[in-house]
């Protein structure tokens, strides 16, 4: 990927898996802004360049859903791709119907994930 390319967001609570996800998209040549809570990424939104999110579901604070919900709200308009380790019965569903562009479980394939994010950039 040549520089100057899309920016990835990477929403997670856990610290490791931000650094995790930073360092394989930067082996792609991604950048990356990761945000540790929804509340950062929000606050920013406005003003972010960002060319996809990726946002895990389960956190502390507004968990994906309700991120995904605000974003309706909004009208933000951003490629969505949610993660999470904890898939339940009709939870892909429903942040398809929330306007998530792709769902993929944790420990997620870096193969499947930079798939996606090329799919939605």
Known sequence: MKAGGPVVGVLDDEDQMRKALSRLLATYGYQVEAYACSADLLAVLSFSHLGCLILDLHMPDLNGFEVLQTFIDRCVNLPVIVITGHDMPG??????????????????????????IRHVT
Do not use: N
């Not at 929330?98 to 798939?115: F, M, R, W």
């Open 91 to 116: 939870t892909e569903e429903r942040v398809r119907s929330l306007g998530a562009a792709a769902y993929l479980l944790k420990p997620v394939d870096d193969a499947a994930l930079v798939a996606a």
